[in-house]
């Protein structure tokens, strides 16, 4: 048993943390701040992933011929340290990296990987993931926006909703049912959508904490050419759960980001009072910022042992389902601290609100919960 | 970085699994002994020496098998597992590294290897007794395993500063009391000594008196991840096979969704205790001791794991005769050792600011 990381690894990291110091302004972080509501934050971060891409930095994970790198797992989880410790801004197109491009590279034709990938990790190209609608939440695979073949041509009629990026976009992976006579899971495709295509509207769509990431897109009689499937057709499904075999340091964010917001709530706390007594003195606070100290150290430690497992030929069990759902409630607890201590903070009243999605967003705790019990612990299904 | 069991850890987790199922079960083994005050037999003692059990801690110069911490972490969550009552922590981890890490001289490493000596130490926490000469007086809480051991060590303040002492638990001048506490599978003494015939061992300065403390902690917290690890799995069983309203339990979202509560708990403490084991030998000794401070931190949330068993079990799990009860005060009994899980909170949230305040200084 060997926790440490080996020496090429550290070397790999000294670069990486080197290039971020040289090159990551506080312009950059700031903008990070503004996104969702600034439209100069967007300008800025888009040309923060272009120079990230254009160094070598971005989508570290992927083959080089599509504009990564080909790091190894170990420098992934790196990767995912150092920049997120940094506080590099999580790339635009997030979403498409981690979600869409496993598809395209599993799916695609060599023009759609070559001419597509470089320019989502440079954010050229905004891309967005058309899945939820307004009666397809948990439900994702009841969707039904329709897709009815008509000559060369799709013609998409629907809705979308939880777009994110959604009226930003120039590419969307849009879900729609092609069979509406079979069983749900089997009557699904996958298309590539030009957003700009006529009958496509885009409205923002403004969250509890005034915010718009995410935008509800609706389609009138879109026009989509045949070959924009990604898939075979019917095979949505299948597209939809393609992982990606070389990313799978993805959960080292989610430890290293809430290792940051604790490190961040801690200065907030030093300097404050109560009742003229230093908070970071109160036994109280101490404990609460311990357990949540231990937790953190755990998920880290947790993401760790499923990494091994992919690594070494273990057993990852569920550690996926079950990070993502302890992250969320982390990121609920230390947001509450936060607020229950500096309650007029702007900013930490905005993430006391924002991080009820954290349980929300990817698929509910709830849901996550169903999965393990009946997939990892062996449970009956009702 | 890989944080898998080598097959030589498996081969010894499956060795120490079969023996303890073929020895000494809950029902025919740990059960009769809830009342005795030693919780050991000489036959089961033997076969744990024979399959190297006893001696997995102590170096091959003394006849012992030379292994890490984490091997220890194997053969400890084996032995929560199987609510093994008998004084193994005290004698295999506590003693023998208390040994090892002061440098004591072997003579006692070697019978603690093949069995014949059975160790246990006082005086890790709390107030500590005074040499006077070759003697020692004073009080010891909570010691386990007294009443089972040949050989009582005990870290004591001497003229030539802290030591290691070695006092024999049946002479003149030690009286041994039972001190009754929650789990009845692990063996607890209140020691008065009064002007007993000592022999010091070694200096225990205060780095080698906190390693030793963390490493005990640490093995602690092993056996309790295996006694929650299997009341989870027996709870998780049951609701498979417990029907109500016509269907398994199991089948109801709320009570999946205490079966992944436990899990998490289950997963999220073994992450944290492996990293533990690995570091008692492995880290620079603040993380070593960061690493102790979290697993006791952690010990009231993953004693919830045995709340949260018992209500899946329901009516059945409150009884005496389900084993349920016993996995549940095995965990209270760890919730309570060396202090309540607040007080650890406390600590990490102190270490957190100031290692936070470092990193700004710098």
């Known amino acids: ?382 | 970085m890989n944080l898998e069991l080598t097959e030589e850890q498996i081969a010894l987790r499956d060795t120490v699994r079969q023996f303890l199922a073929e020895k000494a079960g809950v029902a025919g083994y740990v059960r009769p002994l809830l009342d005795d005050s030693t919780g050991t037999t000489d036959g089961v003692w033997r076969g744990l020496a024979d399959i190297g059990a006893t001696g997995v801690l102590v170096p091959h110069e003394h006849n012992g098998a030379g292994m890490t911490m984490v091997e220890a972490g194997v053969v400890a969550e084996e032995l929560g597992a199987a609510l093994y009552p008998g004084p193994w922590l005290s004698s295999a981890v506590a003693a023998a590294r208390a040994l090892v890490r002061t440098g004591a001289d072997g003579g006692l490493l070697a019978g603690i290897a093949d069995g014949t000596d059975i160790a246990t130490v006082g005086g890790l926490s709390g107030h500590r007794p005074t040499a006077n000469g070759a003697t020692l007086s004073g009080e010891l809480a909570a010691v386990p395993d007294v009443a089972a051991a040949t050989v009582l060590l005990v870290i004591a303040d001497g003229p030539d500063g802290v030591g290691l002492y070695s006092v024999d638990p049946l002479s003149d001048g030690v009286t041994a009391t039972a001190r009754s506490h929650v789990d009845p599978t692990h063996k607890l003494f209140d020691v008065a000594l009064d002007g007993a015939a000592a022999k010091r061992l070694a200096d225990a300065p205060n780095d080698v008196v906190d390693a030793l403390t963390d490493d005990v902690i640490i093995a602690r917290a092993a056996d309790a991840l295996g006694a929650a690890n299997t009341v989870m799995n027996l709870a998780i069983e049951y609701a498979k096979v417990r029907r109500q309203f016509d269907q398994p339990i199991g089948s109801f979202q709320a009570v999946q969704h205490l079966c992944v509560d436990m899990y998490e708990s289950v997963e999220l403490a073994r992450s944290g205790i492996i990293h533990a084991l690995w570091a008692a030998d492995a880290a620079k000794p603040a993380d070593r001791h960061l690493a102790a401070l979290r697993a006791k931190a952690f010990a009231g949330r993953l004693a919830s794991v045995g709340d949260t068993a018992i209500q899946v079990f329901g009516g059945i799990g409150f009884t005496w005769e389900h084993d349920a009860h016993l996995y549940l005060k095995r965990l209270l009994g760890w919730s309570a050792y060396l202090g309540a899980p607040d007080r650890y909170l406390e600590e990490v949230g102190t270490e957190l600011v100031s290692e936070l305040d470092r990193k700004v200084l710098q």
Not at chain 1, 329 to 343: K, R, T
């Open chain 1, 1 to 382: 048993m060997d926790f440490s990381y080996p020496v090429e690894v550290e070397q790999f990291r000294k670069e990486l943390r080197s290039w971020l110091s040289a090159n990551l302004t506080d312009d950059v972080k700031d903008a990070d701040r503004r996104r969702g509501r600034d439209p100069d934050a967007f300008d800025t971060l888009r040309a923060w992933d272009a120079a990230v891409a254009d160094a070598g930095w971005g989508a570290v994970s992927w083959p080089q011929e599509l504009g990564g790198r080909g790091a190894t797992v170990l420098e992934q989880l790196v990767y995912a340290e150092e920049t997120t410790r940094a506080r590099a801004p999580v790339p635009l197109n997030v979403i498409g990296m981690n979600n869409i491009a496993p598809a395209i590279m599993h799916y695609g034709t060599d023009t759609q990987k070559r001419t597509l990938l470089p320019r989502m990790v440079r954010a050229d190209d905004i891309w967005c993931q058309g899945m939820s609608e307004p009666e397809a939440g948990s439900d994702l695979a009841s969707l039904r926006t329709r897709a009815v073949r008509d000559g060369d041509d799709f013609v998409v009629n629907g809705q979308k909703v939880w777009t994110s990026l959604g009226h930003r976009a120039d590419w969307c992976q849009l879900y729609v049912r092609t069979d509406p006579e079979a069983s749900k899971h089997k009557g699904i495709s996958c298309l590539i959508v030009d957003m700009r295509l006529p009958g496509i509207e885009a409205r923002p769509l403004v969250t509890l904490n005034g915010a718009a990431d995410f935008a509800e897109v609706f389609f009138n009689d879109v026009r989509v050419r045949a070959d924009a499937l990604l898939g075979p057709l019917d095979a949505g499904w299948q597209v939809a759960t393609t992982t990606l075999s070389h990313e799978r340091a993805g959960a080292a964010r989610l430890y290293a980001q809430i290792e940051v917001q604790l490190a961040d709530l801690v200065a907030d706390l030093a300097g404050h009072t109560i009742d003229d007594r230093p908070v970071l003195e109160d036994r109280g606070t101490l404990r609460r910022l311990g357990d949540l100290a231990v937790r953190i150290n755990y998920l880290e430690l947790l993401c760790k042992r499923s990494i091994s497992a992919t690594l070494h030929g273990g057993d990852a069990l569920g550690s996926a389902s079950l990070a993502k759902s302890v992250w969320a409630e982390l990121g609920q607890d230390l947001a509450a601290l936060a607020y229950d201590v500096l309650g007029t903070n702007e900013r930490w009243v905005d993430r006391r609100l924002s991080t009820r999605s954290l349980t929300i967003a990817g698929g509910t705790t709830q849901i996550t919960k169903g999965i393990t019990a009946t997939r990892v612990l062996g449970l009956p299904r009702k």
